[in-house]
């Protein structure tokens, strides 16, 4: 793991909590702990309702906590104003849904351009620097398709390019294969899992799939807004290289 000693965690949360106030407040994280490092590869599981959504959108910036102090590289996120939080979205994080989240008028190239028309990136260099991230998750041979016209593989693969072309320091994905078959969901783990190696990406992945899990190299698990496991993966697995076992042994395991 990247928890080298004497490396600073990259993401710090202290007593974090956060309540989603309505006629009927309701608690979506409770008195959070947690230190990510650089080069961290985490899974983060738990049912339904959990706080597992709660917990990314903090991490990612689109929500602050209420209670509670959390560190990005060292800086406290709850003092930051609305410019600065929308510069580290822009510039050091980058956001993968179930979804995908893609304009569907528009080609794979420009919606990899999107992110960079509020960074003062030139034209030429936008092109070209979303033309790369394409290529790296294989779609070179894509880039004028709709979103339409390509598989929920593909598409997925198109968000992870789009996510990539500001150079982000960590990658936050909400259950990113929960829309996708088992082969492609492995595929995508593949790409994510090369991305922390080699380009030594933060990775975060929401999932409800514990074989998905056994892909990262670190696994929390939430429940009623609360970490109540933080575990090592004994043997993280190189997607493409295991066969995904039998559903009773997965349920098994859920059930450990
Ligand atoms: P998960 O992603 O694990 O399913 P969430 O983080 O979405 O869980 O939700 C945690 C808790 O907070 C749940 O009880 C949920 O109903 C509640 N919650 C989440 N978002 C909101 C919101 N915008 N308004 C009110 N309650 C919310
Ligand atoms: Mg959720």
């Known amino acids: 793991m990247g928890s080298a000693a004497g490396s600073e965690p990259l993401l710090r949360l202290r007593g974090v909590g ?24 985490l899974a983060v599981m738990g049912p339904s309702g959990s706080g597992k959504s709660t917990l990314m959108n903090l991490l990612g910036c689109l929500d602050q906590p209420d209670a509670g102090s959390y560190l990005l590289d060292g800086e406290e996120v709850g003092q930051l104003g609305d410019d600065q939080l929308a510069g580290i979205r822009n510039q050091r994080i980058g956001f993968i849904f179930q979804t995908f989240n893609l304009l569907a008028r528009t080609t794979a190239l420009a919606n ?29 041979d894509r880039m004028d398709h709709h979103p339409n016209e390509l598989s929920g593989g593909q598409q997925q693969r198109v ?44 990775v975060l992945i929401v999932t ?43 349920e098994e395991e859920a059930r450990t």
């Open 112 to 140: 990899c351009e999107l992110p960079m028309l509020y960074g003062g990136v030139l034209p030429g260099e936008r092109r070209e620097r979303a033309r790369k991230a394409l290529a790296k998750v294989g779609l070179a």
């Open 208 to 250: 409800h799939d514990p074989f998905i899990a056994r892909h990262t190299q670190r696994v929390i698990r939430l429940q009623d807004g609360r970490i109540v496991v933080d575990e090592a993966v004994a043997h993280p697995l190189r997607a493409g290289e295991t066969e995904r076992p039998s559903e009773v042994s997965l």
């Open 18 to 41: 956060k309540v989603y106030e309505g006629e009927q407040p309701v608690v979506g994280l409770e008195d959070v702990d947690l230190d990510i490092f650089p080069g961290d590869f």
């Open 159 to 202: 968000a992870i390019a789009r996510a990539l072309v500001n150079e982000p320091a960590i990658i936050l994905a909400d259950e990113p294969t929960g829309n996708l078959d088992s082969k492609s969901g492995i595929e995508i783990m593949g790409i994510l899992q090369s991305l922390n190696r080699e380009a030594g990406i933060t």
